[in-house]
């Protein structure tokens, strides 16, 4: 039974926006109270047009989820935590802005902080600037590109190295200058190619029905927004339910799969590409990569094939909940606890296709605005033992040239963390489509090497002989920072391996990005200086 609330308990959401934006001394937008009323969060009373919600609940969600947070993670992580680089006050549009959200990467940190410590600024806890316009910084673990896409914006020059071929791909992806009517043009060819090649086969129309039969049943067992209400106020054994309306469901899908020939999986399971696509999503994914094969413009070529690797990353055979651990594959539908309704597998890449294509223009376009006349690269290879200026040469040579005459001023830099990622194994699908040769064996830290005491000695010799090969090309007052959560004390032994000292250390905290994993983290950004 529904309880009774007092009617000057309710309030809009409009007002209710007002009323939670001076509360938590933020801004609160309607579409946040609405998103609180679709999870579940908040109660909706009223009928469509006439929402509205009880003031008292929103005041115990504002209470329990950001209350006295800072204030409880400062008691669990020290009271040197620096609150100031939670960066809280940005919104995650704000965080994976223009070009860092041109394709997903495992590990990677926030523009904002790499911004904080290379821009001129200074504040009570960055009491000096250390990087100004016209310098170079050095990501010796380029990643995704972060590092230097924001130096791009402060113009300053930046060179990344990474011993992965697809991550120096993704990066230099980021800080290309494109023909953008050409990438355009070759996007939309491929669409009316694609979906030609679509008419032949089922795919689509078997895909239609499914969602016809999946929305009546989702409509009818898992209704929005009581059915997450419900789970929330622990009112439904969510695993249990979730478990029979799978088993109800599955005959329509069987005979959905049946009628339209649907195959699921691939004759062969031996790549990565074989065990965890559809076969329909395999063909499809071949025959895109067969047509930018035919693009003459080889940048235009490159970030298409990142836009194809961003979508077949999104097609993989597994659950939403699943999607960055992959588990085992899925090849029916299934009950999705991240969403608290049935969903199903993808059999065509065509939507995401059309999304990122149509996303990773819009991105281009907005960085294109915010980019400085400045040069930025990554190197693929081993920073352990690479020659920058020699490899840059090669690749880069007015880069190469100014490299060598003023030199490098520093490293902005977050190294892989002891036995926590396999960098090449997270583009696994990516490596098999592009042919790329994998240099899993020269990761720093890699998760297969795990975390014992060979692994941890191991990585501080990495370290150790990153930061002794990169010094001999930075100024003789050189400033690196390092972005780590060094549990295991490492760090000061690397400091002093490589003759440097730890001058200062910033203690910030990570916010969660899930309301899964509520646990206080915390990371420090070492700086270091020669001795």
């Not at 997270?426 to 489509?433: E, N, P, S, W």
Request: charged residues 30%; glycine residues 4%.
């Amino acid at each position: 039974m529904v309880e009774k609330i007092e009617a000057e308990e309710l309030i809009s959401v409009k007002e209710a926006s007002v009323w939670a934006t001076q509360h938590i001394g933020k801004e609160v937008t309607t579409s946040n109270i609405s998103y609180l009323i679709q999870y579940g969060r908040i109660k909706k009373f009223g009928d469509n047009g006439n929402t509205k919600v009880s003031k008292n609940e929103l005041l115990e969600y504002y209470k329990s989820f950001l209350g006295h947070r800072e204030l409880n993670w400062k008691e669990q992580l020290g009271s040197d935590l620096n609150w100031v680089l939670s960066f809280d006050q940005y919104k995650e549009s704000e965080t994976t802005k223009h070009v860092h959200r041109l394709h997903p990467y495992k590990g990677k940190f926030i523009p904002q902080l790499v911004e904080y410590f290379l821009d001129e600024h200074t504040d009570n806890f960055k009491k000096e600037s250390f990087f100004k316009k016209g310098d170079i910084v050095l990501d010796p673990f380029s990643g995704s590109g972060t590092t230097i896409v924001q130096a791009s914006e402060l113009g300053i020059h930046a060179v990344g190295i990474d011993v992965s071929v697809f991550n120096a791909l993704v990066g230099n992806s980021k800080v290309t200058r494109y023909n953008l009517p050409d990438v355009q043009n070759e996007i939309t060819r491929i669409n009316y190619a694609l979906k030609e090649f679509l008419t032949n086969s089922h795919t689509l129309e078997f895909e239609e029905k499914l969602l016809e039969a999946l929305n009546k049943f989702n409509n009818e067992y898992f209704p929005v927004p009581d059915y997450k209400y419900r789970l929330q106020r622990g009112e439904i054994d969510e695993y249990k339910y979730g478990a029979e309306k799978e088993k109800e469901f599955l005959p329509v899908y069987e005979k959905l799969v049946k009628d339209y020939n649907i195959k699921l999986k691939q004759d062969a399971s031996d790549t990565f590409l074989d065990k965890w696509y559809t076969q329909h999503i395999r063909e499809e994914i071949q025959f895109v990569f067969e047509e930018i094969k035919k693009i003459k413009n080889h940048d235009t070529k490159k970030i298409i094939c990142v836009i194809l690797s961003r979508a077949i990353r999104s097609c993989r055979a597994t659950t939403h909940a699943d999607l960055a651990t992959l588990l085992e594959p899925m090849s029916t539908t299934y009950y999705c606890g991240k969403h608290g309704k049935m969903c199903k597998p993808l059999f065509s890449i065509l939507k995401w296709w059309e999304s990122y294509s149509k996303d990773t223009i819009k991105r281009l376009v907005e960085f294109d605005k915010l980019r400085t006349a400045t040069y930025q690269f990554c190197l693929t290879g081993d920073s352990r033992s690479i020659d920058i200026f020699e490899e840059l040469d090669k690749k880069f040579p007015a880069f190469a040239e100014l490299a060598k005459t003023q030199k490098i001023k520093g490293i902005f830099s977050s190294p892989p963390y002891v036995g926590l990622i396999n960098y090449h194994e997270q583009h696994a699908y990516a490596y098999d489509l592009f042919g790329f040769e994998r240099k899993d064996d020269l990761e720093i830290g890699p998760l297969f090497k795990g975390q014992g005491k060979e692994a941890k000695l191991s990585y501080i010799q990495g370290l150790t002989d990153v930061l002794n090969n990169c010094k001999k090309f930075l100024v003789e007052d050189f400033d690196i920072f390092l972005v780590a959560n060094d549990k295991y004390n490492m760090y000061p032994t690397i400091a002093e391996n490589t003759n440097m000292q730890i001058v200062n250390q910033y203690k910030r905290p990570v916010l969660n990005r899930t309301e899964k994993d509520k646990a206080a983290y915390s990371e420090i950004i070492f700086h270091l200086k020669k001795k």
